[in-house]
């Protein structure tokens, strides 16, 4: 799990690829829809803050001591931001507990599994932390054909695997999928 332990790997992954999609650290779904732009800034000292204060959360994939990626997962509270929010908002019926907004794989360990062994660490984790209702936002590849560097809301495909339903499509490709965890 992501903590002030596990930070250097983490931060050590991100720094590797760029500080990954842009160089947003992850930070993104963080942010207040309504807030002002870059409210943020900087983006790597805002997100070791959160961490240090138990704010940020992901379920890291390790090689030894190398992260590999992981998968970020909180509360609704916590994760307030989602892509494509006008659409996601139109058919809203009820916030769920918990967002899996986003997935990150290391350059050169794409397709190999690790999201799928980061979604499986994110799912327990919520099952410790209590259970409830969780929700994603993965991209439908087989509709769209898109490069595994910027599916960073995972895919369809490995979501309906782990028993989520696919619930409702927010984007051209983009779906929200759902899944009820019990506590552990």
Same mark, same amino acid.
């Not at 991100?14 to 207040?32: K, M, Q, T, Y």
């Not at 959360?57 to 929010?85: H, I, M, S």
């Not at 898109?146 to 490709?173: C, D, N, P, W, Y």
């Given at each position: 799990? $992501? %903590?002030?332990?596990?930070?250097?790997a983490?931060?050590?992954l991100v720094e590797?690829?760029?500080g990954?999609?842009g @160089?947003?650290?992850?930070?993104?779904?963080?942010?207040d829809?309504?807030?002002p732009?870059?409210q943020c800034?900087?983006?790597r %000292?805002?997100?070791e803050?959160l961490v240090?204060?138990g *704010?940020?959360?992901?379920? $890291? =994939?390790?090689? @030894?001591? #190398?992260?590999?990626?992981?998968?970020q997962f @909180?509360r609704t509270?916590?994760?307030p931001? =989602?892509?494509n *929010?006008?659409n996601y #908002?139109?058919?809203? %019926?009820? $916030?769920? %507990?918990?967002?899996?907004?986003c997935? &990150?794989?290391?350059?050169?360990?794409?397709?190999r599994g690790?999201?799928?062994i980061?979604? *499986? @660490?994110? $799912?327990e984790e919520?099952?410790r932390?209590?259970?409830?209702t969780v929700?994603?936002?993965?991209?439908?590849v #087989?509709?769209?054909?898109?490069s595994?560097?910027?599916?960073h809301g995972?895919?369809?495909?490995? &979501?309906?695997? #782990?028993? &989520?339903?696919?619930?409702?499509?927010?984007?051209k490709?983009?779906w929200? =999928?759902r899944?009820?965890?019990?506590?552990?």
């Amino acid at each position: 799990m $992501l %903590d002030e332990s596990t930070w250097p790997a983490f931060a050590k992954l991100v720094e590797a690829n760029g500080g990954i999609f842009g @160089g947003c650290w992850c930070i993104a779904f963080h942010l207040d829809p309504a807030g002002p732009k870059g409210q943020c800034k900087p983006y790597r %000292d805002t997100k070791e803050r959160l961490v240090r204060e138990g *704010r940020a959360q992901a379920a $890291l =994939v390790f090689d @030894g001591e #190398e992260a590999l990626g992981w998968c970020q997962f @909180g509360r609704t509270v916590e994760l307030p931001n =989602v892509k494509n *929010r006008k659409n996601y #908002e139109a058919g809203l %019926d009820e $916030l769920p %507990d918990w967002r899996l907004p986003c997935f &990150f794989v290391g350059k050169g360990y794409r397709k190999r599994g690790i999201a799928k062994i980061a979604l *499986r @660490g994110a $799912l327990e984790e919520i099952a410790r932390l209590g259970g409830g209702t969780v929700e994603a936002y993965p991209y439908d590849v #087989e509709a769209v054909k898109t490069s595994s560097s910027f599916l960073h809301g995972g895919t369809v495909r490995m &979501f309906l695997a #782990e028993g &989520f339903e696919q619930v409702r499509q927010i984007g051209k490709s983009q779906w929200v =999928v759902r899944k009820t965890i019990g506590p552990a």
